[in-house]
């Protein structure tokens, strides 16, 4: 990869000049913030050559441009990444200590971009700095929230929300465009009026909100390609004019700057769940009309023939939740383009393509018709006639078949089912892991899949080792190139060279201290925000990932409650230290996933302060956890909890973070875990519990019955009488009883332990004994971490996108050149 040149002398002065002109302050007066800003403005301006050198290679060779159209971008923080990709990291690093600043200080100043809440705004990050990295031209489409996800205090156990402030001291690698801002119309009527024959639709009595879009650069690694992150933000139209007498035009505007400052408020902290609250619907549309009008100007500015507006540009759809792209392209291409309906029908049906996240009943997105047809009157006729037309469909292939019918429609029962919506409307529907894109095609969609077999394929999600390697793990990632050479960077399957190394035991003692360092790192984090004493040559056995019943938080705890138990029982048992750790957000209404949260810390507060046990368990929960601070855990990671209930996790991508930094899978076949074992082999992780196919089998049986385990299974009564004997809530035994009940009477879907925790718990238990016992062999152990880094090479991110460009996007391969001037 072509190494740009740095120019360390004119880097400094630009920072010193930023420190200047923005603060008035020499650097030697500046606070640590104020150096972020002044280094994070002098790296913006290293980028923007080729940020528009990047462009003008796009208007010049006129490729097919890839919209990513989500709700979510799960950034993380800029700075660090984009010196990476720049290829100028180590001179950056070097150049500011020259000036005496520390470039990881620095960095930690940045706050996340966390706007998005987990596995779907992450995967949705790593596949921009795929797509800029292989020279595909991209954009991502999103909404610029003043508040992302919110930060997790831990207050006496519970968690709290606290806003996040991402923005207070300004950005310094956005760019506002205001010359492309675009208008986006809500609620009104529709008025038909016939000219020259043809039935015209017009919206009146909306209200309006200007979308301003901010730029982002995304960063391809070492080739001068520079996509573009568009996240739009809301303005009122007409500010107040004063001097307006008209009491229906001052309301008026009141309502629009309340329109526009609601807007993009706040992002919803909702995973795999739908709250139906009206305020993201128009969320949804906003960003979504805003990005369908931009895409259509761009192509027009060099087109005439709206007929093949899909040969330039493809909108993929991140989950259902911009599925109104569809309805809104349709708009436009006939109300605005002239487009007859089947003309509008072919380029939509071309244009857009949909990736399923989930199989979770509560996730599926589906709107009252009044809400939405109120909100989005013309789009909401657009969607009807659509659902006319596809109904017809099912009727002429399945006649007098009125099942089909009530499964799939686009509108039943008062809803508007928005993946129906997706899949009749998109060339392309996936899955984000082989397992879960059958388990769509077999059950879920399996009607959709029967009718449109064509349009069903599988895409296993990746991640980026340029963060989650080369960035976040530094010294693994020397440690990689010393063996193999540099070239993982950007196609990770040569990182299977590794292979080479497993048995040779200098390597294997290089390894497994790389590991220990990083484990001294993390510890030190630890101590410094839990006030925790952890050892680092205890298992490091970690489960960070959003907080969610099928995920199964609860069982990983409640086997912490067992083994201490066996401990207190024989305090002289051979037990090798452990240190649980955990990490999760739990979303905010969300009561049995917070009382979750408080149980581990109620359980982290007796086995911590057990002076008896030795310190041979710890348990910390990290307040928090996000982007950032994920990259130092999956470094210092020993064992990867990959826990889910079979068939619920759509694929997991922390899973392939974990086994790229050397750690091993504990997890049961679902999702990607099924593909990780097959890349490293069985013997190198460690399998536990149901099928996926025993799962759905007993679900469709009614569930099961835990009162047998709860009677016959001393251990596990034992554990869960201490949820309700007050063993860790001794001022209020009850405090987790709601625990109890959903394990022994009714968890929801009117059954007791629907994800199967007890059913699963002594398998888990035994697994988690193989671990013990595979640990204890030094040399088995750093053997099977480094056979995980070495067949880690399908999980990168690199991969997945360029099978999405092969089999779904047909995009055009780009490079770039700098002018002499910038190089
Ligand atoms: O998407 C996750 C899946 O649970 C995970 O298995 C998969 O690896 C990942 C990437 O494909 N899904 C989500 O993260 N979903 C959401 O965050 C979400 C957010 C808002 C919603 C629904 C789902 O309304």
Not at 479 to 500: M, R, S, Y
Not at 708 to 715: A, E, H, I, K, R
């Amino acid at each position: 990869m072509a190494k740009r040149l740095f120019n360390k002398e004119f880097f400094i002065r630009s920072v010193k000049y930023n420190v200047r002109t923005l603060f008035r302050k020499e650097i030697e007066e500046a606070t640590e913030q104020q150096i972020f800003q002044a280094v994070g403005y002098a790296v913006k301006d290293a980028i923007m050559d080729a940020w528009i050198a990047t462009q003008k290679e796009y208007e010049k060779s006129d490729p097919k441009i890839v919209y990513y159209m989500s709700m979510e971008f799960l950034m993380g923080r800029a700075l660090g990444n984009n010196l990476i990709n720049l290829t100028f990291y180590d001179e950056v690093k070097e150049a500011l200590e020259e000036i005496g600043l520390d470039l990881n200080t620095i960095e930690d100043q940045e706050p996340d971009a966390a706007l998005g809440n987990g596995g779907l705004g992450r995967l949705a990050a790593c596949f921009l700095d795929s797509l800029a990295t292989l020279g595909y031209a991209a954009y991502g489409c999103g909404i610029r929230y003043r508040y992302g996800m919110f930060k997790q205090q831990i207050v006496d156990g519970y968690q709290v929300e606290v806003p996040d402030m991402w923005l207070k001291n300004g950005n310094p690698f956005e760019l506002r465009r205001p010359e492309y801002a675009k208008t986006v119309k809500f609620g009104g009527y529709v008025r038909v009026e016939n000219r020259n024959g043809r039935n015209m639709f017009i919206q009146e009595g909306y209200q309006s909100v200007l979308a301003v879009p901010v730029d982002l650069p995304i960063v391809g690694y070492g080739n001068n390609v520079i996509n573009t992150l568009r996240i739009w933000d809301a303005e009122a139209i007409n500010s107040f004019e004063l001097d307006r007498f008209d009491k229906g035009e001052y309301e008026k505007a009141v309502e629009q700057e309340n329109l526009a400052r609601n807007l993009v408020e706040v992002l919803y902290p909702n995973d795999n769940h739908m709250a139906g609250k009206e305020l993201r619907l128009k969320q949804q549309y906003f960003f979504v009309s805003a990005s369908v009008q931009e895409a259509i100007a761009k192509y027009k500015k060099k087109h005439s023939d709206i007929r093949k507006f899909y040969e330039k540009a493809t909108f993929q759809l991140n989950d259902t939740h911009p599925t109104v792209a569809v309805a809104e392209l349709m708009r436009i291409l006939m109300d605005e383009e002239g487009l007859e309906w089947d003309e509008a029908w072919d380029v939509t049906t071309k244009t857009c393509a949909y990736t399923n996240h989930t199989i979770m009943a509560e996730a599926l997105e589906k709107w009252p018709i009044e809400l939405f047809s109120r909100l989005l009157p013309r789009i909401y006729q657009i969607v009807e006639e659509i659902n006319r037309r596809f109904v017809n469909q099912i009727q002429e292939q399945y006649p007098g078949n009125y099942e089909k019918v009530k499964k799939m429609a686009i509108i039943m029962d008062g809803q508007v089912k928005m993946a129906h919506l997706a899949i009749v409307a998109g060339y392309s529907v996936n899955g984000v892991a082989r397992l879960h894109t059958e388990i769509l095609k077999k059950q879920e969609l399996k009607d959709f899949y029967e009718m449109m077999p064509q349009k069903f394929n599988n895409k296993t999600n990746g991640i980026t080792q340029r963060r989650f390697l080369l960035h976040g793990n530094p010294l693994l990632a020397k440690w990689v190139t010393a063996h193999v050479g540099d070239e993982w960077i950007t196609d990770l399957p040569k990182i299977k060279e590794l292979t080479l190394y497993v048995d040779d035991e200098k390597a294997q003692h290089e390894f497994m201290n790389i590991k220990y360092q990083n484990k001294v790192r993390l510890a030190k984090y630890i101590k410094e925000h839990n006030n925790i004493d952890v050892d680092p040559r205890s298992i490091f056995d970690v489960q960070v990932k959003r907080l969610h019943e099928y995920k199964r938080q609860l069982m990983n705890i409640l086997h912490v409650m067992y083994l201490y138990n066996q401990i207190k029982e024989h305090p002289d048992m051979d037990f090798y230290p452990r240190t649980f750790i955990f990490g999760a957000k739990a979303a905010a209404g969300y009561m049995r996933a917070k009382l979750t949260i408080k149980l581990i810390n109620s359980v982290a507060d007796v086995i911590n302060n057990d002076a008896s046990i030795n310190g041979k368990l710890k348990v910390v929960f990290i307040e928090d956890y996000r982007v950032s601070n994920a990259e130092w855990i999956f470094a210092a990671a020993d064992v990867s909890e990959q826990i889910s209930t079979a068939s619920k996790e759509a694929s997991g991508t922390g899973n392939m973070k974990f086994m790229l930094n050397g750690a091993v899978t504990l997890g049961t076949m679902d999702g990607a875990n099924v593909e990780i074992v097959e890349e490293v082999g069985e013997e190198n992780a460690f399998i536990f519990g149901m099928s996926a196919e025993e799962v759905i089998a007993l679900e469709n049986q009614g569930g099961y019955d835990p009162s047998q385990l709860f009677n016959t299974d001393q251990d596990i009564r034992h554990v869960l009488m201490q949820l309700i004997n007050g063993e860790y809530s001794p001022n209020d035994p009850e405090r987790f009883r709601e625990l109890y009940n959903a394990l022994l009477v009714d968890g929801g879907y009117n059954r007791p332990d629907p994800y199967f925790i007890l059913k699963d718990f002594r398998s888990y238990a035994e697994a988690q004994k193989r671990v013990e016992a595979a640990y204890r062999d030094e040399k088995g152990w750093a053997r099977m971490a480094m056979l995980n880094v070495a067949h880690a090479g399908k999980f990168t991110s690199d991969r997945t996108i360029q099978e999405y460009v092969d089999d779904i996007w047909k995009l055009d391969k780009v490079t770039v050149e700098l002018p002499e001037e910038a190089k």
